[in-house]
């Protein structure tokens, strides 16, 4: 296995889904945690200093331990981690001054030494890479040597090939250094690895962790149906079992057939223990004769954390609660808690639900992505339609029937949504659009069908693309394929004659109606 040590980065996981790609085993640990005992007794076979925020130039700023290098095993040192690298080694940095920082793009281009490290690079002459430092290595340590240099880090790239030492001043691991992959997957077969580590094994590990962390004692989970908590109930299921009861809460505000499909693959498909907290009255009717969208939101979120509790306390004893957190939502709490955003709409979640009842979390899909989590998924025995399934908003169809909820609007959209999402998977779409769903509209408008006039609800399509919800694009569908829609939802749904397609991206417009 490959030890990443943290100094740090807001990118460091970067390395490690990098490494996972390549089917390497890896950990990442905090370097306050690696000590010289630790780091022989985990006896990695490879290790990696990442980047971090802290100036070397700094007394006390992190560093790893003195037994790393006499390992014998190569070490890659990112960024921070090269320059902690040259000052542990006999080299010089020196401190940031405005002329030497480099933020962004940069090019390298080869110098006179050559090394297997990089093997498929400047086939074109130079190789763009992605800088982001304020200290630089003024002279390289002994032993090593010059294998790339950009027009701001004259060392940009180095090694001492005899200890097998590599490291460099950007950041490999991100998307803006195009060619960064072939790097590490150069660095892993010098050390050895055959990169024959899969999901498989991650499962295995994971398992075991969950077993090391809960022991005997009792878990609960809120299953909502999503990829995220579903992946994480199944895995811990599999890990301890009917130590492990879920709850459903049901609001009210759920798909057509939503929770009976949810609870039945659970408890029949999956074997989990599964409650199924039948609550609808209570959501709907708190919900009555409110219009504003922050209020119901507010409602819903307070409720479901009442109702999660309720049932929760029921189950005696249980000491841990699963949560599907993935790490983009781990960077994102980090990155913006505290600070001056605005609230745009108050996302619905169980956050602050382990303090408030005394239990510890198990997170089992901290370090993993969106993509990574459907493979564990389809790994763990989840059905494919199941996997690629939409997201879907905690607050659910209460924030896609803007203003004032009924019960009736509520039963429209469910059937006009419903046929709005079977014709995007006849028309094989499905796959293609990040999120669909229809918004019923707080407006009649009046129709003819037949020799007769309609007074009945508007609905709006939506359909959007995007990489991770944060911005997005209308969806480009064919005028047939629109005008077919139409058709079918108003012949098909009996309350609405009339179709719009929503076509505001985002920014300006969000994905959800309210
Ligand atoms: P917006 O509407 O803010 O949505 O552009 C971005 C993504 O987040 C989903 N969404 C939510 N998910 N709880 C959730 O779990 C919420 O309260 C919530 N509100 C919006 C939305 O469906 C889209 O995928």
Excluded at 48 to 73: I, N, Q, T
Excluded at 104 to 109: D, K, L, Q
Excluded at 206 to 227: H, N
Aim: with cysteine.
């Amino acid at each position: 296995r490959l030890l990443i040590i943290d100094f740090g980065s807001q990118v460091t996981q970067l390395i490690a889904r990098r490494l996972r790609e390549l089917n390497v085993y890896c950990e990442i640990h905090p370097y306050q945690a690696v000590t010289d005992e630790w780091l022989r007794d985990f006896a990695p076979r490879a290790i990696v200093f990442s980047g971090g925020p802290d100036s070397v130039m700094r007394d006390g700023s992190p560093r790893p331990p003195k037994a790393a290098y006499d390992l014998g095993v190569p070490i890659l040192g990112i960024c921070y981690g090269q320059q902690v690298m040259m000052q542990d080694l006999g080299g010089r940095v020196e401190a940031g001054e405005q002329a030497t920082a480099e933020f962004g793009r940069a090019y390298v281009t080869p110098a006179a030494a050559k090394s297997a490290l990089l093997a498929g690079w400047f086939a074109e002459g130079r190789e763009q890479v992605w800088m982001s430092h304020g200290d630089h290595v003024a002279e390289i340590a002994p032993g090593f040597e010059v294998l790339g240099t950009s027009p701001g880090a004259p060392f940009a790239i180095t090694a001492d090939e005899s200890r097998r030492f590599y490291a460099v001043q950007f950041h490999p691991e991100v998307h803006h250094t195009p060619n960064g992959k072939r790097l590490y997957q150069n660095f892993v077969r010098m050390a050895g690895f055959q990169g024959d580590w899969t999901m498989g094994a991650y499962r295995e590990e994971a398992v075991a962790r969950i077993r090391d962390q809960v022991g005997d004692k009792k878990v609960i989970c809120a299953l909502s149906g999503g990829v995220d908590s579903s992946v994480a109930a199944a895995l811990i299921h599999e890990a301890v079992g009917d130590q492990l009861t879920c709850v459903f809460v049901d609001h009210g505000l759920l798909r057509l057939n939503e929770a009976d499909e949810v609870v039945a693959m659970f408890r029949d498909h999956m074997n989990l223990q599964v409650i199924h907290a039948q609550e609808q009255e209570l959501f709907l009717g708190q919900l009555e004769g409110v219009g504003d969208p922050e209020t119901k939101r507010k409602i819903i979120g307070r409720l479901f954390i009442e109702v999660f509790q309720k049932y929760a306390d029921r189950i005696d004893g249980a000491e841990y609660l699963a949560q599907g957190t993935l790490y983009p939502d781990v960077i994102e709490s980090v990155s913006f808690s505290g600070g001056p955003s605005v609230t745009i709409k108050s996302h619905h979640n169980v956050g602050g639900l382990p303090e408030k009842m005394g239990l510890k979390l198990v997170e089992p899909l901290r370090e993993l992505f969106k993509d990574e989590v459907r493979a564990l998924g389809r790994e763990l025995g989840l059905p494919d339609h199941f996997i690629g399934r939409h997201p879907f908003p905690g607050p659910g169809l209460a924030i896609r029937c803007p203003g004032e909820i009924t019960r009736e609007k509520l039963d429209i959209l469910r059937k006009a949504d419903a046929v709005y999402i079977d014709q995007i998977r006849k028309h094989g779409l499905y796959d293609e659009i990040w999120q669909a769903f229809v918004a019923i509209l707080p407006v009649r408008t009046v129709g003819v069908m037949g020799d007769g006039r309609t007074y009945d609800y508007a609905c709006a399509l939506r359909a959007v693309t995007s990489v991770d919800g944060m911005t997005a694009d209308y969806y480009p569908f064919s005028h047939e394929f629109l005008g077919e829609t139409a058709t079918r939802i108003i012949n098909e749904v009996k309350g609405i004659n009339r179709v719009t397609y929503d076509v505001t991206s985002k920014p300006p417009g969000t994905i959800e109606w309210e």
